[in-house]
């Protein structure tokens, strides 16, 4: 039988694996750049966790979802996405505490049940910075354009910041009422999605893709114009801090974000290069969340950034960070069986002097040692037989020039610095 990636998930191979990976690092120090400090997330939790957190009426919830039940009979889900399970975890370890800001960071694969295309997997991967303890509307300000800087830097393209408010528990119902009696006055040109999240989750509707839609939903009315004194003074503190800050940004009144968790504050930033999934990073505000998971009344404000889509755009934007060393120095091989272990002992000696090393023990002939070097892409081959081990020396060749030297193995040290030192450039 042969056997073959899931659908929807993806195998990272190099040189995409190496690049992935520095991404991730790169994404970490700019949260810790901003006092953000990480915490490691199970994969799974108590499916309740999401249900409670996301919304029963999210399409997360009801269809994509990876659920299974674990041996003691407990409903379990893969994470689908890491701010419930932060703070599940900053509750649990006493985190989040009133009178206290505290400033955290995940990141790791997320699972959805979705239809695959570019930019979307069944496993993606996700880091997210949240902040706790404060409702100020600065620190909104100051996550955003902590975001909009890098993408900026980094030359992200096309990118825009879009931004909304989605009120608070004292004017938001009444903005519910008035949207679903404007769907229900237009009912008749709304696809059947929309016309069930009418009944079960009408602010949904406006994150709606259909082509047929889109002329409903653009009329339909604003949240902004429905906003209390509190929610109103608060967004336009955003907008303000943003303003001073020279972070440009669009206001959006049908960017709702597809989380039931979400008050005030709503931002995503998008790419007209990545095709139909344009969005590559979002978040907002969610200040009656932790509370409702059973943790102190206090606020918080999060984001969220896809990194597989980052992935995307920073390599259309040819600013990926690349490896700057080659994955291997030498490759070393034994020219007798009985220089094997003096092979051995070079191998340690250079890997503990920071030299990446590898041994070609499986090949016989040399010409063959040298195909193998070549594969894996070593910058030097070093031999060793009867002469070499009676000398305590190498014998290296340079594989792009051709230069070769037979020079002492040990100490490593020294061995390590004339590596180091590109000598095969020398005649």
């Known amino acids: 039988m042969k056997y073959q990636a899931p659908r929807g998930v993806k195998d990272l191979l190099p040189p995409e694996s190496e690049t992935f990976r520095l991404l991730e690092e790169e994404i970490s120090a700019l949260f810790a750049l901003s006092g953000f400090r990480e915490v490691r997330l199970p994969i799974f939790e108590s499916a309740a966790l999401f249900s409670r957190s996301i919304g029963e009426s999210t399409d997360i919830v009801e269809k994509e979802m990876y659920l299974f039940e674990g041996k ?11 701010t419930a399970s932060l703070l599940r975890a900053a509750i649990e370890h006493r985190l989040a505490e009133p009178g206290r800001t505290t400033r955290l960071s995940y990141q790791g694969p997320m699972f959805r049940h979705e239809r695959p295309q570019a930019g979307r997997l069944r496993q993606f991967h996700q880091a997210g910075a949240e902040i706790l303890g404060t409702n100020d509307p600065d620190t909104d300000a100051d996550l955003i354009a902590m975001v909009s800087r890098y993408a900026e830097k980094t030359r992200i393209p096309g990118s825009t910041l879009l931004i909304n408010s989605m009120g608070c528990e004292a004017c938001r119902p009444a903005y519910r009422t008035r949207l679903v009696a404007y769907l229900e006055d237009h009912k008749n040109t709304l696809c ?12 949904r509707v406006l994150d709606c893709k259909v082509e047929g839609c889109q002329a409903v939903l653009e009329a339909a009315p604003p949240l902004t114009e429905f906003l209390c004194a509190s929610s109103r003074d608060h967004f336009d503190s955003v907008c303000r801090g943003l303003a001073d800050q020279s972070i440009p940004y669009t206001l ?25 999934q344009s969005t590559w990073a979002a978040g907002g505000r969610y200040n009656g969340l932790v509370s409702s998971l059973g943790g102190p009344d206090i606020p918080g404000v999060g984001l969220a950034i896809g990194i597989e889509r980052l992935h995307l755009l920073r390599e259309k934007a040819a600013t990926l960070p690349l490896p ?3 994955p291997v120095m030498i490759a070393l ?5 009985a220089s094997r272990g003096y092979i051995h002992r070079i191998l340690s000696s250079l890997r503990e002097e920071n030299i990446s090393a590898v041994g070609l023990f499986g090949q016989s002939r040399l010409k063959k040692a040298f195909v193998s070097a070549e594969r894996e892409k070593a910058r030097y081959i070093g031999l060793a037989g009867e002469d070499e081990r009676e000398s305590n020396t190498l014998t290296i060749k340079d594989l792009a020039t051709g230069v070769q030297k037979t020079v002492p193995a040990f100490p490593a ?9 590109g000598w095969g450039a020398e005649s």
């Open 72 to 82: 003691g009979g407990e409903r379990l889900a893969l994470r689908p996405e890491g």
């Open 192 to 203: 059947e999605t929309c016309l069930r999240r009418t009944a079960t989750n009408p602010l």
């Open 252 to 276: 959006s009144h049908r960017l709702v974000r597809g989380l039931d968790y979400y008050t005030e504050t709503a931002f995503e930033w998008v790419s007209d290069a990545l095709g139909s």
């Open 324 to 326: 700057t060393d080659p």
């Open 333 to 337: 091989h034994p020219l007798d069986e």
């Open 413 to 421: 040290a020294s061995l390590a610095d004339l590596l180091r030192t």
